[in-house]
């Protein structure tokens, strides 16, 4: 979350109305058994970052009409639990979200946090295209966001998901989005703050351009961690869908990733970002290999 650069925010003023409820709440979405099997499934992996998973409408579709590959495929980078969870969430959103046209989605954007430790400031933000930001200074928008809760089923302090409904966006929280703050801070900036308390089987839908952030959180650990399903759709295939590819990477390339700790992965994003030839890439590996001894 860069706390430098300027970004053009014009994409949330411009009131890219999709449905007047900008925000919904829906509980007991799916079967509890299949909630808590997907949490039992996440809670021991590291983090899956936004920008990694893209789903093409054409797959859910396909899904849809009975085609069993589609989860068999995307089981070969994720959980089973998970990739037929995630199959089933599609769908239902399809049909939980106001007056969604299904030629108006190009797809869905998938990943999931696993928060093991408390959340005592707000990183307050606006889901968004990075890659597109980081090169342009624009910020694109999905159509809508999603947040399905799956555990733990108790103990957990907060943890919900806070949402601003400012239309339009004042200067003072555009100047403050993409940004970290104190929680108190952060509500100073506006009156129009609404928190959706974090349980297990709701599901949060909300305009893409609302700006949000999880809600103080406490009671978790790496044990027991806060565990939540995210999509989001989108009307255009963003810059980091490979194609109608689930990842850009391969399943033994994501299975590897997996394995890094956050600062082995901010490391390697650092290096890649560096490198401006193959060749270069190949003395990488090289390099790599010697340094294993």
């Not at 970004?7 to 909630?35: G, K």
């Not at 100073?188 to 999880?214: E, M, Y």
């Not at 961690?225 to 999509?231: D, E, K």
């Not at 963003?238 to 194609?243: E, L």
């Amino acid at each position: 979350m860069s706390t430098e650069r300027q970004f053009d925010y014009s994409a949330l003023t411009q009131q890219r109305r999709t449905h007047p409820q900008a925000l919904q709440v829906f509980n007991n979405v799916f079967d509890e058994a299949l909630i808590h099997a997907a949490y039992e499934a996440l809670r021991p992996l590291p983090p899956l970052p936004s920008g990694f998973f893209w789903v093409d409408m054409e797959r859910v579709i396909a899904y849809q009409q009975g085609d069993a590959r589609q989860v068999e495929a995307l089981a070969a980078y994720l959980p089973r639990e998970i990739s037929t969870l995630t199959f089933q969430y599609f769908v239902r959103l399809l049909d939980l979200i106001p007056e969604v046209r299904r030629d108006q989605v190009a797809g869905f954007e998938l990943w999931f946090h696993n928060l093991g430790a408390p959340v005592t400031r707000a990183a307050f933000h606006v889901d968004h295209d990075v890659p597109l930001a980081e090169k342009t200074g624009k910020v694109h928008l999905p159509l809508w966001g999603t947040v399905l809760y799956l555990g733990p089923q108790s103990g957990l302090v907060g943890g919900g998901t806070v949402f601003n409904l400012e239309e339009p966006l004042s200067q003072t929280l555009l100047d403050n989005c993409m940004r970290f703050h104190d929680f108190d801070a952060l509500f100073k900036l506006s009156d129009q703050w609404v928190t959706v308390p974090f349980k297990p089987n709701r599901c949060a839908v909300f305009r893409g351009t609302l700006p949000h952030c999880i809600a103080a959180t406490e009671q978790v650990s790496p044990e027991r961690p806060r565990v939540n399903l995210l999509a989001n759709l989108w009307d255009h295939r963003p810059s980091f869908a490979d194609g109608q590819a689930f990842c850009r990477f391969s399943p033994e390339e994501f299975a590897l990733l997996g394995r890094l700790s956050p600062a082995q992965h901010a490391a390697l994003a650092e290096i890649a970002g560096t490198l401006t030839s193959e060749d270069d890439v190949t003395r990488l590996f090289a390099l790599l290999n010697k340094l294993r001894g």
